[in-house]
Structure formats: C-alpha cells, structure tokens
C-alpha cells in the first residue's frame, strides 16, 4: 500500500519547516464533470486515497473536467485491474500527470517527528494538557530534539499555546517539579474544568495532574452531603471543592503557600461561601488541629470526619502516625453510637503482591493492622514500569484513635526498631 511520508531530515537540531515541503508527480485521469462518481467507484481501490487529501481535482483547462488522482506508487496503466482499465479506455478523456505539492502543514506531529528523531527511538508525541499547556515527561535521550518536538506539538493542537517539559529537578519540600518551557508563550496559569468545578492555578508552583480526575471524582461520589471530610493533602482542592459544592463540610490543607492561596483563590471562583476550611500546615499537624477545630464546634456531644483523604502517594503512609492518639482527650464523649473515621491513603507499590505490601506497610506506622473485614485497596493507575498507585481505605480502629501518651509512644519505638532492622536487612542484601 502507498503511504504518504515527508523528506528525511535526521541531522535536523535546529527547527526549519520548510524542510518538510515535498513535491512528487501522480498519474490522474482526466474525466467528464458528470461521471466522477462513476470513476471513483469502479477505481476506488487505485485512487490516491491518502489522509486528509483529496482525489478530485478540477482540470485546469477543461471547467467540464475533473482529475481523478491515482495512487502515487503506480508506474503504468497495464497495472490496473482489466474492469479498471477497460473503463478508462472507454469513457475518460485521458491520462495527465499531475504534481502534489506536500508542506509542514500537511503532515501529522507523528509523521514529522519520525522524519526527524531516529529510527530506533520511539516518537515521544504524546502529552498531558492542562488548560492551554502541554506537559511532557521527556527522556534524556530526547534532550537533542526537544525544541524542536515542542514547536511540532504547539503547531499541531489547535488549543495548546504553552509546550513544557518536567525537568529532574524537584522541590523538595512542596514536591512539584520545576518546568521548562520548550515552545510556545510563558504563561503557565492554567485553567481547567473537572467534577463541575473550575480550577486555576501556577502549573509551575503547584501540583496538578489530569490523569487522577477519575480517581478524585471516584471519592467524591463516597462522600455524602453533609458529612464531614478532611483533605490532608489538598493541593489547590480537586477533592476539596466538588466535595463541598456537593454539600460536604471540607477541612482542606496543603504545606505549599502556592497551593493553599490557589486553593483559596478556587473557592471563590467557585462561589463556596460556607462549607469548606482552607489551612496551610504540614499534614501531621494538619490532622490533629482539624480533630481539634471540627471537636470544638460541638460542646459536650462526640464530632468527628467521616472521611480522611491523604492523596500524596508517595509519602503519605508515613503520615498515618498522626492518628495514633489523636482522638485520646475525647474519649469521655466517644459512646455506642459514635463512629470513627474512615481513611483513604493513596501510595505507590512496586511489590507483586500489592495487598500484602500496602497492608504490612500501612501496619507498620500505624500500629495496628487495619480490619481485615472493612479493608479495601483500589488500583488507581500505572506510573511507570512495575510501578502501581493505589488507595487503600479502612476504618480508624478506637485502638488506635484513643492511644495514650504512653501507648503511642510503645508503638513509636516500635516503628523506629522496626524501621531499624528493615534498614540493615536492606543494607546486608545490597552488600551480598
């Protein structure tokens, strides 16, 4: 089959479109206006037929006339089928040649960066889209040609004005990777639509990823209106905000500055006037002040979340200290018809057996294994080879929620030996 593709251009650095324009010569019937149909159908099988190219032209000197394109591999007529050739011998009114002239806009990001990027390599074509930016995830062995893949992406979507590539540098306390902007406008305020909210925000100063929208909507459909939900790692509120414009009552807090004023800043283009707390503390604290505060709103009668959500995958499991004993100055309220929280921490496994990781680990800072009866683990999505996210959701045992001071202190030591002897079991495999 004749496949259309542009010029080589495998030297190329520096991005030239011109160097994509090709010309090439195809055989055409020339044939009366009113049986175009005719000749398309009988020889629809050894027509030009190439994407978003046409195979009918107007003859240039005939208004009566049409072209009829053939396809660009055939060198004679003989070798067309003896129907097809039978038919042009009887009713065209000849054969012409006809030149094609192919540019930069013609072609697709896929056939122009095959023409350039080596063969052995795959084409990096594919991309995240926040708002008007495109995020990619390059590789280093792409660094040579990536502005020119940029400037192909920025070309090829119509909504795409800003190209940026993550770079291997991070920060380390807000944990959000520094960008590069490859091709397009430096304007990195990014304005998205997910769960009938708005959302903008800094796409360089904060995190936000588009591939989660199924799991943040899968949460927020758990939560119910007027319950009451804590987002320990809120970002600028893709859980928080559809939660509270559902009707949830929302204590939301993220540690990144930037991220707690575009979470405010989303609260008002959202038009939330109630239901919905914004804090800016590290999480561990965050959990217990947010027991405190939803606590002090009720004088003498037990309150607490229904809901926990710690969607910072990969750290998160380490928070879950925070809840031993956090609820131990209110156990004189806690009664038979009392309840404690549910809690659901998203983390990152590489173990073939994901259940049995995610559960010993969970166990491990915690103290306690969570019920096994009221445990579940959600596979969320792949990030990288062998390597899963998921979320795992359990109920806050009253063991572990009314921990004494010297109870919780046992389970530290505990989690430091444990963490101890888990380093030298590391160490002693990496020696041998």
Known sequence: MFTLTPPLNRGMTVFNRDAFKKVLTVKAVKVPSKKVHLFTKTLSMSLFNQPRF????????????????????????????????????????????????????????????????????????????????????????????????????????????????????IDTTFRFFKMEILAGEDDMIAEVRENGCRFKFDFSKVYWNSRLHTEHERLIQLFKPKEYVCDVFAGVGPFAIPSAKKGSIVYANDLNPASFEWMKENIKINKLKSGIHPYNMDGREFIRQAVKDLQATSENEWKTFDHFVMNLPATA????????????????????????PYIHCHCFTKSPDPNQDIIERVTKVLGETPDPVKTSLHYVRNVAPKKDMYCISFPLSDKVAFASPDEKRKMDDTNVESSVAQKRRTERADDN
């Open 317 to 340: 499991i380490e928070f879950l200290d925070a809840f031993r004993g956090a609820y131990y100055d209110y156990k004189h309220l806690f009664n038979a018809n009392s309840k404690l």
């Open 54 to 169: 046409r195979n009918v032209f107007s003859a240039p000197d005939d208004n009566d006339a049409r072209l009829v394109l053939l396809r660009g591999d055939l060198e004679d007529i003989e070798d067309l089928s003896p129907t097809e050739q039978e038919l042009i011998k009887n009713e065209a009114l000849g054969i012409v040649s006809h030149e094609i002239t192919l540019d930069y806009d013609y072609w697709n990001s896929e056939q122009i960066l095959r023409s350039v990027i080596p063969e052995e390599l795959e084409i990096p074509s594919s991309f995240t889209q926040i708002g008007h930016i495109a995020h990619l995830n390059l590789k280093e062995q792409y660094f040579p040609w990536k502005k020119i893949i940029g400037q192909v992406i920025l070309d090829k979507n119509k909504y795409v004005k800003t190209v940026v590539n993550k770079t291997d540098q």
